[in-house]
């Protein structure tokens, strides 16, 4: 618990550095992000034992690297129309070539996972850079980590107190029902906080009915992830984090409620 909670502190302090250094030049959280999707793919891809080709598993770290600054329009600035389709193009024909190379060995799934991971990834954690450029974007961050740390923070001490009744017994044994409310609750609270400091009190209603739907996709994220890991007999995606795993294993959640919440904002419904 102690190497949890020291990694932890230390991993709030370098996402908190580079946040800070990004507010004054935007290409450094770029490349943070650039940095983290290409190092997601490696823990999904290799280290589950999804696919065993390293041109397969290398071409979707570099693809996950260039399509990260891409969704953020770098690649637009510095090579004229060269953007995330452009790439994407690009990298589902190398992933042809790589099945036809190992046609034996690379079958459909290999195919699949190696197309679709890195690709979902990339524009995952991009959303996150992109949510964050925009004008209220310390708000809309906050509210990510809201409605997925928070929640999981909550869900998790609830669930100790009081938990009972198993969630998805089958995926992850110990998250149960009682956790899962307790972690929205929370949520809740945190959201009214959120909003009387940001004055966004006029838009409270409405952050607190859709503060429910995020938390329960931030769980959705979290066991899609365990099921995924389970499939493979795989405890954490990796060790780069001491006492948390890998990237993917603290940023579980966050794949899919960024995109979703960066939908929602785009949209000008927060």
């Known amino acids: ?8 502190a230390v ?7 580079i946040l800070v250094l990004g507010n004054f030049y935007p290409p450094v959280l770029a490349a943070f992000i650039a940095i983290i999707s290409s190092i997601a793919c490696y823990e999904i891809l290799n ?5 065993k080709k390293r041109a397969a598993t290398y071409g979707a770290c570099v693809y996950a690297l260039i399509c990260a600054f891409a969704h953020l329009g770098y690649t637009e600035k510095l090579w004229g129309g060269l953007n995330s389709s452009f790439f994407t193009v690009l990298y589902v024909v190398y992933i042809a070539f790589v099945a036809l190379k190992y046609n034996k060995e690379f079958g459909l799934s290999c195919i699949g996972a190696s197309v679709a ?10 959303c996150i850079a992109s949510l964050y450029a925009k004008e209220s974007g310390v708000f809309y961050l906050l509210l990510l980590l809201n409605f997925s740390s928070v929640c999981d923070t909550g869900a998790y001490f609830t669930g100790v107190l009081l938990g009972k009744h198993k969630l ?3 995926i992850s044994p110990k ?14 609270i945190c959201t009214t906080v959120l909003c009387f400091v940001f004055k966004k009190v006029q838009i409270l209603a409405i952050m607190l009915i859709a503060t429910v739907p995020f938390c329960i996709v931030g769980m959705c994220g979290d066991l899609f992830a365990s099921v995924i890991k389970r499939s493979v007999d795989l405890k954490d995606y990796g060790k780069l984090i001491p006492g948390h795993g890998g990237i993917l294993d603290r940023f579980d ?11 929602f904002v785009q949209g000008g419904l927060f």
């Open 168 to 170: 998805c017994p089958n």
């Open 253 to 263: 959640s966050i794949l899919l409620i960024a995109p979703v919440l960066s939908l």
């Open 47 to 51: 280290n589950t034992g999804i696919i």
């Open 175 to 188: 998250k149960t029902v009682e956790g899962a409310v307790g972690g929205i609750v929370w949520s809740l």
């Open 11 to 17: 991993l709030i302090l370098v996402v908190g550095g």
């Open 117 to 126: 991971f890195p690709v979902i990834i990339s524009y995952a954690f991009s």
């Open 1 to 8: 618990m102690l190497t949890r909670i020291i990694s932890g």
